[in-house]
């Protein structure tokens, strides 16, 4: 490998913090620095960031002629969503997922990656014997319980400095949930907090009157600079507790787990990173109710102790140093075989879009918003009507709302940019305009169209037809559309993953009913079409099955059935449709290829959790507010479950704010008309 060595490596993308990212560009250097040299950037043949955003902060003409390895260090769905992301993807030559979630995920777009697990310092993160004195001592310092079942958690709780909202990603509102779950059981458990930005968490341990114990200083600040622990005082904390809990909705990682398994602590995880990777599928849960299941074996019988030496071999075998060494020796070794074509042709990696996304300059130079003109491209019909529409027309609310100016359906040199509701437009009249015009165009895609009609392909055909004839950005309504566009032979151009959002001045859950289990639990489900998959044999095989002592049903708009007992009520404007909705307790949906269902948004935004078809775009939306089925016959025992836990589930409803959406498309729309 002596020629793999003479390749000069610029490494970069920590965000000096000291935390994951931060320890990731450590390892890395550690395990490539023998095999690689390390240089600085003008000096180098290949750029290698631990984390995408690095390459934001060098300068583009800095890229040119280099071949760039990107680490992919969270969910790569979730770097989708993320407007600026798609001015990566075209500069990145290798991509290294660290989970074969990440892997398959980038795969099911069209993006080859190179897989390099993370790495553990098990140097630092190691099993303490029990009666070792610092262990002793910690847990005296800080009165750390000893007769009790002791559950940790060692991740912040909020977005950046903001101490009030929790983190959703991180889920410590899940966790929370858990928790309150084995509070109800009357089970005898004791949490131990540790790291800055806990204070989301802190205050809702005390609200619940759930015991903890906060390794740190409290403070209502921010506490980034003096909470910070060493990794050698985590160490301790995985041996001194009993349990560590992931709660995760998405990661990459998260290092949580390697670090709990290195030290022998045992760990359960939501199905996130490299969870699936390292832990028994006994040790990962779908929702609140099994991971409190899970715990409350555990504090019984002991059962997940059996997992501690299997967690911790798979981490020595393949995520410590000497592991990724060999992961990274290969990755250099391709690379070295492409690198010298690849460096003769340098000036074809300026053509792929290695020029800067509008800069911090640039934007200044910006019109401001009142002086920005949108056209949104979109055959509007007053409601009720269907989900498209019901979008459009919200997101042209919020558009002006925020000091746009709106147009609709007008050709005209002074706007700045087109927004293109995929099909549903006067195509000819907007084709015979472009012949003569040069145009901004964002274009709005769902479907496949053919997926959730049954037919319509040619409409399909059409649509990325004008996709790659117009579109500067792409913005697609889930990952379920993403990936079923690629595998049908489409890309896309410059994707961007935004799902829909409702107005809120309407879908709210302000002065929706109280939920009683000693009343009927009333059931709504909602659809305009009545294409059959909608759902429509579904609710009538409900019809049938219901135990109507319990049970009360509502279907509102359009079906492809004829009910008996489920009250049908024709399609109605939005307004009384929010108040149907806020008088219900649970929302079904059995459509099926359903790529971002306004239905279900418009139910989840009212305050109603969701009992779901497990297809399309529908997981993306309930996440953790909700339960999914794959066979009807699943639907009773969900029903269920989500009746006992109704609360739960409520409290974990999460959506899309119409405001966050509006400005994601603007800043889109913005930047390419720049």
């Known amino acids: 490998m002596q020629a793999v060595n003479k390749i000069k490596v610029f490494l970069t993308g920590g965000d000096d913090i000291g935390w994951a990212l931060d320890e990731d560009l450590r390892l890395a250097s550690d395990a490539i620095k023998g095999i690689v040299d390390l240089v600085g950037l003008e000096d180098c043949q290949v750029v290698h960031t631990v984390w995408w955003e690095g390459l934001n902060l060098l300068p583009r003409e800095q890229l040119v002629g280099k071949w760039i390895i990107c680490h992919v260090p969270g969910e790569p769905f979730r770097y989708f969503s993320i407007p600026a992301h798609r001015h990566i993807v075209p500069l990145v030559s290798t991509w290294i997922s660290r989970s074969h979630q990440a892997k398959k995920q980038l ?123 060493s990794r050698e005082t985590l160490d301790i904390l995985y041996n001194l507790i009993d349990l560590y809990i992931v709660s995760s909705r998405s990661e990459g990682g998260p290092h949580s787990i390697l670090e709990a398994g290195a030290s022998k602590c045992k760990v359960i995880s939501s199905r996130v990173g490299i969870a699936m990777d390292v832990l028994e599928p006994s040790c990962v849960y779908k929702d609140p109710i099994e991971a409190a299941n899970i715990i409350d074996k555990d504090i019984r019988e002991n059962v997940l102790s059996e997992m501690v030496d299997g967690l911790y071999k798979r981490i020595l075998d393949r995520h410590s140093p000497d592991s990724v060494v060999r992961d990274f020796t290969g990755v250099y070794a391709r690379i070295e075989k492409a690198l010298s074509n690849f460096e003769k042709n340098a000036n074809q990696f300026l053509s792929k879009g290695i020029a800067n996304p509008v800069s911090k300059n640039a934007s200044r130079r910006l019109k401001p918003k009142s002086d920005f003109t949108v056209c949104l491209w979109h055959s509007f019909f007053e409601p009720p009507y269907g989900g498209g529409n019901q979008f459009m027309l919200a997101l042209k609310k919020a558009l002006l709302k925020i000091g746009v ?74 990952t379920w559309t993403y990936k079923q566009i690629v595998a049908m032979g489409y890309k896309p151009i410059q994707p961007v993953i935004i799902n829909n959002a409702v107005d809120d001045e309407i879908f709210h859950p302000n002065g929706r009913i109280d939920f009683s289990r000693s009343r009927k639990i009333r059931l709504i489900s909602t659809s305009w079409s009545n294409n059959p998959r909608k759902g429509g044999p579904i609710y009538k095989w409900l019809e049938g099955n219901l135990d109507w002592s319990r049970f009360e049903y509502t279907f509102v708009g359009n079906v492809s059935e004829k009910f008996g007992q489920i009250n049908h009520i024709p399609p109605v404007p939005s307004g009384e449709l929010a108040d149907l909705l806020r008088n219900h307790d649970i929302y079904i949906t059995a459509s099926k290829n359903d790529p971002c269902s306004n239905a279900l948004i418009e139910a989840l935004s009212c305050g109603l959790p969701a009992i779901y078809y497990e297809d399309g775009g529908h997981p993306e939306l309930v996440k953790a507010g909700g339960l999914a089925f794959r066979t009807q016959e699943e639907i009773l025992s969900q029903l269920d479950d989500m009746v006992d836990n109704y609360e739960t589930f409520q409290n974990l409803i999460t959506v899309s704010r119409l405001e966050d959406v509006a400005a994601k498309y603007i800043e889109i729309a913005r930047e390419i008309a720049s």
């Open 405 to 478: 100016s709106v147009r609709e359906n007008e050709l005209d040199k002074t706007i700045d940019a087109y927004i293109l509701n995929s099909v549903h437009f006067d195509v000819d009249r907007f084709l015979e305009f472009s012949k003569r015009n040069r145009l901004n165009v964002v274009h709005r895609i769902d479907g496949p169209i053919h997926l959730i009609r049954g037919y319509d392909r040619e409409k399909d055909e059409l649509c990325f037809e004008l996709n790659q004839k117009f579109a500067s950005a792409t913005v697609l309504q889930s």
């Open 107 to 229: 795969k099911s777009v069209g993006i080859n990656s190179d897989m390099v697990p993370y790495v553990i310092d098990t140097k630092v993160f190691r099993p303490i014997l029990p009666d070792d004195s610092p262990l002793k001592q910690f847990r005296n310092d800080h009165r750390i319980p000893s007769d009790v079942y002791l559950i940790g958690s060692f991740q912040r709780d909020t977005e950046g400095s903001d101490l009030k909202s929790p983190k959703m990603v991180k889920g410590p509102d899940i966790l929370l949930e858990i928790l309150k779950i084995l509070r109800r059981r009357g089970l005898k458990f004791h949490v131990v907090l540790a790291g800055p930005r806990r204070q989301w968490l802190i205050r809702q341990l005390r609200s619940c009157q759930i015991p903890f114990t906060y390794v740190g200083q409290e403070t209502q600040n921010d506490d980034i600079s003096f909470n910070m622990l």
